[in-house]
């Protein structure tokens, strides 16, 4: 009887610090950065936004570009986001063929040479500034190529986040030290306690 007590209360216990675990999880996926920038402005075959710079890896990057693109010539010109791989072959590409049209694409970066995209990892290649190169596949030679990097700048919500996360645990060993804490009370005074030998003992201290 006492070691099933035991038993459940030490359940109880792992069930509680157990029940944190799947917020946990949630609470470890990478960051995500959403970027919208212009892919062809006016009549220059550039992208508005030349480096992307991620606050850390690993990242989910979700990447929209829109055509700005305005004639002559006429019609405007077809533009694109795309990235290779090491070999290298085009591992991620996404159209904007007309002024207006937008398009999005989402990967996961990470680090400076590794994309995680549709299923499968894969070593990026390279641009001259030393992080991921992204390009515009009619465009590229005309100079029309952007760079995706890591740091450089500071982001407030890395350190919140640190700060949240230590918060989290240490609030989440209080709460566990405290089941544990009861529990061993619990038995401790159990033990230390006189047992009343029969029921008559317990009628003359009134507990029935
Ligand atoms: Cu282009």
Redesign the pocket.
Known sequence: MRSASIVLALAMVMGAAASFLPSNARALEPPKLSVFFE??VGND?IFSLKTIVLPSVPIILNVTIINNSTGPPSPP????FSIRDNTPATRIQIWVNTTGARASVEFAVNSTKEIYYGGQLFQAESSNAGGIKFF????EQ?G?VGNIVVGGVSTPQSPELGIFLRAYWIGIIGLVAMLVWTVITYFIIKATSRHHADHSEHIRRGLT
Not at 136 to 139: E, K, L
């Open positions: 892919a062809g075959t010109m077809a533009h694109t515009c596949f009619p465009h005309a029309m």
